[in-house]
C-alpha cells in the first residue's frame, strides 16, 4: 500500500512540474505537441509495447490532445476574464472571487486530464514498461521543456 502511495506521488510531481514548466497559454505550438506525439510514439515503439496495446495507447493520446483543445480553450477564457476585471479602475470582489475560482477550476479541469491521461497509460502497461516510459517522459521534460543555455 506505501509502495503504491509513493509511486503516485512520484507520477503526480511529474505531472506538476511538466505542467509547471509548459509555457504560457497561447505559446505552446503546435509543433511541440506534436514533436511529444512523435516521442511517445517512438518511446513505445522502444519499449516494445505489444501493437493492440501501442495502438490504444496512441488512439488515446489522440484523444486527449482533442479533448484538451477545449479545455485550453476554457482557460484562456477564464485568463482573459480575470485579467479584463482586474485592469478595471476599481475592480468588484465578488465578481473577482467568482473569476479567482472559475480560473482555478480550468487549470485543475488541465491538470486532471493530464492525470487521466496518464493514468489510463499506467493501466496498459507493466511496472518495467512505466518505469521506463516515465523516465523517457522526464528526459523529454528535460531536453524540451528545461533546455540549457
Not at 506521488?9 to 509543433?31: K, N, R, Y
Not at 484562456?76 to 475560482?101: H, R, Y
Not at 492525470?115 to 507493466?126: D, G, I, K, V, Y
Amino acid at each position: 500500500m506505501k509502495g503504491k502511495l509513493i509511486f503516485k506521488l512520484g507520477v503526480l510531481s511529474t505531472i506538476l512540474s511538466f505542467l509547471l514548466v509548459v509555457p504560457a497559454l497561447g505559446q505552446v505550438t503546435e509543433d511541440l505537441g506534436k514533436k511529444l506525439c512523435e516521442y511517445k510514439a517512438q518511446t513505445l515503439k522502444d519499449l516494445k509495447i505489444a501493437p493492440d496495446k501501442e495502438k490504444a495507447l496512441l488512439a488515446l493520446e489522440e484523444k486527449c490532445v482533442a479533448d484538451r483543445q477545449e479545455i485550453i480553450a476554457g482557460l484562456k477564457k477564464s485568463k482573459e476574464d480575470l485579467q479584463a476585471a482586474l485592469a478595471a479602475p476599481s475592480p468588484d470582489e465578488a465578481k473577482l472571487k467568482g473569476l479567482v475560482s472559475a480560473f482555478i477550476a480550468a487549470q485543475l479541469n488541465l491538470f486532471n486530464s493530464f492525470r487521466n491521461e496518464l493514468n489510463e497509460e499506467m493501466a496498459q502497461l507493466s511496472p518495467l514498461q512505466q518505469g521506463k516510459y516515465l523516465m523517457a517522459m522526464e528526459r523529454w521534460r528535460q531536453d524540451v521543456c528545461l533546455p540549457v543555455h
